[in-house]
């Protein structure tokens, strides 16, 4: 689950806001109410069973896309941000999270992806999974949130989408029944080019196959700032800012772009170590479980090598933040973090204070 889906309906929010708790895609979506929209069926996508795709949909979901970060019970404070055992696939119900201060919609149920065929997908077709999995499209033809991060997974490959499905038909059904959604605002299908990044002219294949996984892993979409209306700030892709308050705390993401305030200091061993114990900065600093540090750790070496030869590539931004310090308005992101007085605002925002 991304933040910019919560954040990108703010501007609907300031008119039903205060009345209503609204979730958009970190930070969000501000349109939907419960609308239902049919849509004509696309070629049927066939996703055949075998071996191969087994092993690499299990990779998938329980590595760089971290599905069950959504779609299952996390445990924040016991289990790194792991499913409770027996829940893996069979959804949630959040409750009790914010980001950018912004509380997630009431009632906005992580759908139960297990084989359940009366509270799961057991009766989906693989043309439907896909639909949702990359086209923002429910199994009964609903747009679904942006929560759902369809717009970063639409740069799957066919093959990797079907052994996503191989690998969720695979998973014991759970029968877990979920409230239907009930939305302050009506989705829209929204893929968001704007959070696509830029990819060198000159990439090589490592860093063109980091930039693959950096897509589906979302990175941006939590550790980018954003405006008021829930758009990254014109050149701080990467640059860290977004808060993000449930059950791990209250934590802004880090700047991870090759700018000394953020991972300049960064090799490739120590970005792979980073993500395989959860401790930053040379093992010093614990990593909050919001980050799926515990999802991508199950990811290989040279996965991992290639996502930070792609950061390496990035634009650096200019971002100061540290959440073992003391939390002050940063006039740059807009929130309060640690070091937040350090930090300019961007040339085209005026210098403030905190609303």
């Known amino acids: 689950?991304?933040?910019?889906?919560?954040?990108?309906?703010?501007?609907?929010?300031?008119?039903?806001?205060?009345?209503?708790?609204?979730?958009?895609?970190?930070?969000?979506?501000?349109?939907?109410?419960?609308?239902?929209?049919?849509?004509?069926?696309?070629?049927?996508?066939?996703?055949?069973?075998?071996?191969?795709?087994?092993?690499?949909?299990?990779?998938?979901?329980?590595?760089?896309?971290?599905?069950?970060?959504?779609?299952?019970?996390?445990?924040?404070?016991?289990?790194?941000?792991?499913?409770?055992?027996?829940?893996?696939?069979?959804?949630?119900?959040?409750?009790?999270?914010?980001?950018?201060?912004?509380?997630?919609?009431l009632v906005l149920p992580h759908p139960n992806l297990t084989p359940d065929k009366e509270t799961g997908a057991g009766t989906w077709t693989d043309a439907q999974f896909e639909r949702a999995i990359r086209h923002g499209i429910g199994h009964d033809g609903r747009i679904l949130s942006s929560a759902m991060p369809y717009a970063f997974f639409r740069s799957m490959t066919d093959e990797d989408v079907a052994s996503v499905i191989v690998y969720l038909r695979?998973?014991?059904?759970?029968?877990?029944?979920?409230?239907?959604?009930?939305?302050?605002?009506?989705?829209?299908?929204?893929?968001?080019?704007?959070?696509?990044?830029?990819?060198?002219?000159?990439?090589?294949?490592?860093?063109?196959?980091?930039?693959?996984?950096?897509?589906?892993?979302?990175?941006?979409?939590?550790?980018?700032?954003?405006?008021?209306?829930?758009?990254?700030?014109?050149?701080?892709?990467?640059?860290g800012g977004l808060t993000m308050t449930g059950a791990w705390g209250t934590v802004v993401s880090a700047n991870i772009t090759p700018d000394p305030s953020g991972i300049a200091h960064?090799?490739?061993?120590?970005?792979?170590?980073?993500?395989?114990?959860?401790?930053?900065?040379?093992g010093t600093r614990d990593l909050s479980t919001i980050m799926p540090y515990s999802y991508f750790r199950n990811m290989t070496d040279d996965d991992l090598a290639a996502i930070f030869a792609y950061l390496r590539t990035v634009s650096p931004v200019c971002h100061r933040l540290d959440n073992s310090e003391a939390a002050v308005y940063c006039p740059l992101c807009r929130q309060k973090h640690g070091?937040?007085?350090?930090?300019?605002?961007?040339?085209?925002?005026?210098?403030?204070s905190p609303k």
């Not at 109410?33 to 070629?43: L, M, R, Y």
């Not at 299990?58 to 941000?81: M, Q, W």
């Not at 990044?197 to 930039?211: C, E, F, L, R, Y």
């Not at 070091?339 to 403030?352: A, I």
């Open 266 to 282: 960064y090799d490739t061993a120590m970005f792979i170590k980073t993500i395989r114990t959860g401790r930053a900065s040379g």
């Open 170 to 239: 695979s998973l014991p059904p759970v029968h877990h029944v979920l409230p239907q959604r009930k939305l302050s605002y009506t989705p829209k299908v929204d893929f968001q080019p704007e959070m696509e990044p830029a990819i060198p002219s000159n990439a090589t294949d490592q860093v063109k196959h980091g930039w693959y996984l950096v897509r589906i892993a979302q990175c941006n979409d939590c550790h980018s700032p954003y405006d008021k209306d829930g758009d990254v700030l014109p050149g701080k892709m990467f640059g």
């Open 1 to 105: 689950m991304g933040p910019r889906s919560y954040l990108s309906l703010l501007p609907c929010l300031a008119v039903l806001a205060l009345f209503a708790v609204l979730f958009s895609r970190t930070v969000l979506p501000l349109r939907a109410q419960n609308a239902v929209t049919t849509h004509p069926q696309q070629t049927e996508f066939v996703a055949t069973p075998s071996p191969e795709r087994l092993a690499r949909g299990r990779y998938i979901v329980t590595g760089i896309a971290h599905c069950f970060g959504c779609h299952g019970e996390p445990d924040f404070k016991n289990l790194a941000s792991q499913p409770k055992p027996g829940t893996e696939g069979a959804g949630d119900l959040p409750k009790d999270l914010s980001f950018n201060g912004v509380p997630i919609e």
């Open 339 to 352: 070091f937040g007085d350090h930090n300019e605002p961007p040339p085209q925002l005026p210098k403030d």
